[in-house]
């Protein structure tokens, strides 16, 4: 590729949040140029972004189905080359599928769809496409968490036995939490779960990410603690995974006080690894016969794929646009290889995490509405 | 009093670990004195001890029944006012029960009796006899543990939701982990469960304590990661509470590296408590809108309750043997009130607590044996 | 502006490490677009440049003055708006000068100039052409830097008393430390000072910032621990305030394992905070008679000039680029404003403060030629 | 030595605040009895001190000089011991002239006399009576500071460069802070420094201690800033040692906010140390080309004289009163091989630290009355 990937997106129109955190990191590194959005259904809303984001107003479409035919006319090179997908959940699977009928690769907020069965139906698309489908699960980019992947693949800590992920919130510790918050425990807008999905969700996939393991089974228990509200607010989900290891997600959104409190403990028969996202330098390595360790980024033993991921020198904090822009390199390095009919083995989570989650979230409800009785993963 | 109180010892000692921090403990605000103990079945042992302490070998004696007739007969002032019991579970309850038979006070290490069932007989033995009963759960006495709970009682993060509790060390990882491990993880001396009745009752005991709530059912997944063991060495129990208050303690004692990893968290409607044992002086207060803050012994508005419990300005580092004398002194206290014929209120725990630690393990032991299931707390 | 700002780069070729972040923090919110640049003197080193920057190779000039002689013959908006000059300290002068000359605003690294005197005639120039100079202090652009200015503007911990900045840094702890390192020792690259310029005048610049205060007289130890080596490698500097407040800046390129701790401290008479460079969302705020705080960018009473700083939700870290872009943005509204003939008041470091950090680079080096005799500060 | 040793005390009556913790300190281990003290020199305050610690009245003794004389002529195992003398600055002198004239040995707070002449009769006496003489400087036997001196020692991070030790507390920031501070700062019973000698000297024993540097000369500027005052309330002093390294101590009394912040750094050709009180059981440890490791009292390769400091497993928290504890404990090993005609190499604190920090106190402020100017340490 001798040019900057065409990027549109969908959705980030006024007043959203995860479509400018979308195009912060996808400018970080130079490789992609915004050229085109759908950011909004209303005119002044696209006008307004044009303005914004020094876009021609032309390129600024009121329905994203327009924006696919008319993109889809141009030709290589000044055509998009793939939409971020940043609108509520209930429309990602329409926007997706339309996005890969047009031939555009995809990024996609997560959770990838509404239902499991549309993300089996989107899994099929992009199989039967072959176009390239990213899954947001940003968390997974981190350096230290691909650091600690690497290192418990190598069989660094011994046999897995326990993993314990907690994901903590504030922000809907009451009725009124903001417009970020209304869809989010809205079912028409959310699906299936609300703090199960928004964020139990981030510690499914970076637990069977990091470990390499899969989650077999589950019981849930889960809470709705706002009056009000028919979604879970709260959470707590024990695991089973398929080497014999256990684990539990606890995750809440009504956790007064905490910011983006996201945690990682996995123990190993010969070691264990605690991680921080509000501290996502340090991955602390823990056995018991020999002092704590902190590994940084300048570590010198960091793993090339790992160092690989960073910008700056160690002791200047890197921070989530970079890990947000490592799932946009890597997913602009796996297209750019598609263009060049190179092969490419990227790490970002695609459409299989995606079909992941949604398997995850509907057992998790299913295994709450008997009580928390344990309930298979499908095995899909 | 005009006196130190007379404390006599059973279990404690040559290799022992936990009595010889009973010792410290007791000693360390000059109102206690070891006077005699039963520290070991083993003559030569006992003569050991009594070098060691500067003891009276006479007063050293074979075996608890011996020291109870002995010093029993011994006229008040001279023979001991009370006994600490720190031998393995298995033992508490006939040791327990014969020192109140001979009218002695009861300083027992947790959990407190093998079966729910000793415990009940214990718990009536002390009713019946009047006698004072404390059961060693020293984490409760810790300044920071106990401002949590007057905030939490005064309202300051408004109705409970979520509790979370995490408590992991790495010493059992092993199959040979060691004198102090063997009994603990064998049923002949530990009783129904290994890490649940070590680590798993401090969090449980901890929890109600701090939140004045009571779990009224939970939902437990044990495991047992070290082939040769029967017993449980990890545990994860879901709970619910008499509030609708939800919360998980999750225990382990394979977690490779970790030391004493005990964590407490309390959400409110209204803010949270942030506790870890390993950093005993900060209680992290959080609320949505306003900074986090780090509450610690120097504060201004500490309560009184908790300022009597501070030897050293703030920034000198107190820990786990002042807490552990904190309820040794609020132990003496109660002793010496009854001997004065006053009333004492303590805050150190008692047979009730010892009752209800009996009843959490049998109940999550019940729940695990049951897949799962959730299992209501007896009512007792 | 309805456009965005059109930037050319001075340094920053193959091998480079702060053009990359320059380039970086610049893209980071779309408003500038980097359109040129004089990467290198050798036209392989810009060739390579154009491809990977999607160049064209005739944007890529093979000297500055070309650079800054064909670009000023551009029309409005076609030409360069503004250079960033990250090349070694020696030719910061000569850059920075023909580029004002040129009509070009100026972005220019740390410390301004290789001597005092250059200084004072690039303040001049600046002075004279009104054109708009940045000098890359980017610390002092840390929103909670910036919160903690404010609350000191505001009086919030009384009178200052106190201030301790350290900076320390283990790269130079061995004679061979690479290319990025070999210049900032050389007197002939470096200027003067070594450790001083690096990294003393960051904590010179921070200190004033922050506290409003001015330096009035230093006394300071040098030291140069690795042979070989002609200038220091190593400082102590101790500091007298304006109003009577006494400080000390400590810091180091041969602290072995530090990567970039650099800290601040300020004591007033009713409070304290203190800031940590690799932590730089914690602001702590500490008084005699409150809890200590950790204010962070989630703060409901963070103030709105620094509200404005936040691209992300709290507990999404932010970290060093954010800092650089913010002071790119700074500088970005501060030349559209001129160019729309509109005042703003920026709040990054100009030409001033780099006159400022050259007086305190020669004022050391005096100081530690007298051994460690107390030498005022030019008034300048 | 087949009985505990005897303990007399002289200060520490109602409302002092660290005689209390040499008592508790003394009694931790068991090998300690406090049989008598000169508390106060008013007999209701002995009287009301005998009630307190359970002493008869007629050991608690008005005068000191009237304890050593009666202690003296008590036979062998009757008699007090030694003396720990726990009493303002100004009265340490003739307090352990009078107790080594009359056979006893001394524990004694620190600084260990009121001007450096007195120190150096001191030492003649302790030299000439062959007596023990141990200086509480308990900072000195915390474990991981052992450790760290160990391991310096052992080479483990090269040739020493830089030492940067910090002590900061708030609680003189204003005028009023209390009896506690009234006699620090009044010069007849404080000195000729305040804060220099209250925690400035602390970092110079720590400093020497750890290092096994010595001071050979130091730059320091001294400041008064809370009005009525006539000695020093903060400093800074540059140090340059024996070896060619140099450092800096900061420490203030005005540092709003700060409890007791105490830090020390070390740096070396291969590596580094930091620790700080306020968290005691960790050992930061960093080179450049490994991971930061934390020492804790737990790591397998603990020195085996570390080892023997330890009472409890890693993760339950030791502290201060452990520390000091250590010093007694050492101490009190001294005397017994004394008196069994046994040879004992101690590692507490002697005469000789005493020496040099009244050394260090008078350098320093001959240094600041010089405007900074270097002194050198007297040789002695």
């Not at 085109?36 to 809303?45: D, H, I, L, R, V």
């Not at 199989?127 to 699960?137: S, Y």
């Not at 606890?250 to 190993?268: D, H, I, M």
């Not at 390199?329 to 949604?358: C, H, I, L, S």
Request: proline share 4%.
């Amino acid at each position: 590729m001798n040019r900057k990937l065409r990027m549109g997106m969908v959705g980030g129109g006024p007043g959203a949040f995860i479509g400018g955190v979308h195009r912060a990191a996808a400018r970080l590194d130079g490789k992609i140029d915004l050229v085109c959005g759908a950011f909004s259904t209303k005119p002044e809303n696209n006008k307004a972004m044009a303005a914004e984001l020094f876009l021609p107003e032309e390129k600024c479409y009121n329905s994203y189905m327009e924006m696919f035919e008319k993109e889809s006319q141009l030709p290589e090179g000044e055509r998009m080359d793939f939409v971020a997908v940043t609108t509520p959940n209930s429309t990602h699977f329409p926007i997706a599928m339309a996005a890969l009928e047009h031939g555009f690769h995809v990024v996609c907020e997560k959770p990838m769809t509404f239902t499991l069965d549309e993300a089996l139906k989107l899994r099929d698309k992009v199989r039967e496409t072959g176009l390239i489908f990213a899954l947001m699960h940003n968390y997974s980019a981190y350096p230290m968490i691909r650091q600690m992947k690497k290192m418990i693949a190598d069989g660094k800590i011994g046999t897995l036995r326990k993993i314990v992920a907690t994901y903590d919130l504030g922000w809907l510790a009451s009725p009124n939490a903001g417009k970020q918050a209304t869809w989010r425990v809205d079912p028409k807008f959310s699906g299936a779960a609300a703090c199960v999905g928004d964020i139990g969700t981030h510690a499914e996939q970076l637990i069977e990410f990091t470990t390499g393991l899969k989650i077999t089974e589950l019981a849930a228990d889960l809470a709705t603690f706002v009056d009000g509200r028919t979604l879970d607010d709260d959470a707590t989900i024990m695991l089973r995974f398929n080497n014999g290891a256990k684990g539990v997600i606890e995750c809440s959104e009504v956790a007064c006080g905490e910011e983006n409190q996201f945690k990682l403990r996995v123990y190993g028969s010969e070691g264990s690894f605690e991680w921080s996202q509000q501290e996502p330098e340090n991955l602390i390595m823990r056995t018991n016969d020999s002092a704590m360790k902190t590994l940084r980024r300048g570590w010198a033993e960091l793993d090339p794929s790992v160092q690989a991921l960073v910008r700056l020198p160690a002791g200047h904090p890197e921070g989530f646009f970079e890990a947000f822009a490592n799932i946009y390199n890597d997913f602009a390095m796996a297209v750019a290889a598609q263009k060049d009919g190179k092969d490419y083995a990227g790490m970002f989570p695609t459409e299989e995490a995606g079909v992941r989650g949604m398997n995850f979230i509907e057992t998790v409800v299913s295994s709450a509405r008997q009580n928390g009785a344990w309930q298979p993963l499908k095995d899909l």
